[in-house]
């Protein structure tokens, strides 16, 4: 069965204070790691997808790189509206669930000015 | 461009009443698929679609039933609510054309008392 963790599950930052947020897996043949942002009262918002250890992308303050067993989600310089949840999710290989994500509870990010 | 679009926004019931969940995407994606959001809980799949014309369970099926009306739309029914199915729902649908991002709604908060 697929998991994943993420950690921790709320953190807080001042503003411009640089962090990482962690994301673990088991997956059954990793066909993608997603990186997403929820705001308060709104549904996910896409950031990256991921799929071979090593590789790296970019967004604004964001970073996401990928090993084979976990991810991190590195924010450079944060500001206040970089505040919300973030969820990552894997997908496997195959299986009965075509296309399913299974996603990790979140990290509560709050950057104070 | 409206993405992905879900009624109703808010919704109280009352055990043992039925209702439907609405959701319809203009990205013409083939895939789609229906979760449900609970505190520490994570983001679980109840059914999906992977094309036009079929459906399949997801992890929390269970006192839920669904229907692919077309390519654009995909609703989500409660038979006999039950206060368990107090959560967030979120419809989403996936783009095989570009890394085979899954796209969310907006979500539909229901209450069942």
């Known amino acids: 069965e697929d998991q994943v963790t993420q950690s921790p599950e709320a953190l807080r930052l001042q503003e411009g204070e640089s962090s990482s947020l962690n994301c673990s897996y088991t997956v059954s043949g990793l066909r993608g790691l997603f990186w997403y942002r929820q705001d308060p009262g709104k549904g996910p918002e896409f950031l990256f997808t991921?799929?071979?250890a090593g590789e790296e992308k970019e967004k604004e303050r964001l970073k996401a790189t990928l090993t084979k067993k976990e991810s991190f989600l590195h924010i450079t310089a944060p500001k206040p509206e970089d505040s919300a949840t973030y969820l990552c999710?894997?997908?496997?290989?195959?299986?009965?669930?075509?296309?399913?994500?299974?996603f990790g509870q979140g990290t509560i990010l709050t950057v104070h000015p | 461009n409206a993405g992905v679009t879900q009624t109703p926004k808010f919704q109280v019931l009352k055990t043992g009443q039925s209702m439907t969940l609405q959701c319809a995407q203009d990205m013409n994606h083939n895939s789609m698929y229906w979760y449900r959001q609970d505190p520490g809980m994570g983001l679980r799949l109840i059914y999906y679609s992977a094309s036009e014309g079929t459906t399949d369970k997801g992890e929390v099926p269970n006192g839920y039933n669904v229907s692919r009306l077309n390519k654009r739309e995909f609703s989500l029914r409660l038979e006999s609510a039950a206060p368990s199915q107090t959560s967030v729902y979120f419809c989403a649908s996936r783009d095989f054309n570009s890394g085979n991002t899954i796209y969310f709604g907006e979500g539909s908060w229901l209450t069942v008392v």
């Open positions: 999710a894997v997908r496997n290989a195959g299986g009965t669930s075509y296309g399913k994500l299974t």
């Open positions: 991921l799929y071979s």
